[in-house]
């Protein structure tokens, strides 16, 4: 009988163990890494985005250098 009592707290504090302790730092690893996850492609995604502007910027200001005509104000 106090075997059977032995074991069934014992079952109980490793089952509360797991629920309460294991299980939730299982769930926010996963849930950080997916954040992280995320932010990586944002940040991928903006720096992808920054350097099409960049060329297509540089490009209309070569294009633009070439048809500019300096104004010169006559008095």
């Known amino acids: 009988m106090l075997r059977m009592i032995v074991y069934t ?25 997916e954040r992280v996850r995320q932010m990586q492609d944002q940040m991928n995604n903006m720096q992808q985005s920054n350097q099409y502007n960049n060329n297509h910027h540089q490009a209309s200001q070569r294009i633009k250098e070439g048809d500019y005509i300096d104004y010169e104000e006559v008095k």
Do not use: D, E, S
Not at 9 to 33: C, D, E, H, S
């Open 9 to 33: 707290l014992g079952f109980i504090l490793l089952y509360r163990l797991i629920v309460n302790f294991i299980l939730p730092v299982f769930r926010m690893t996963k849930l950080a890494n």
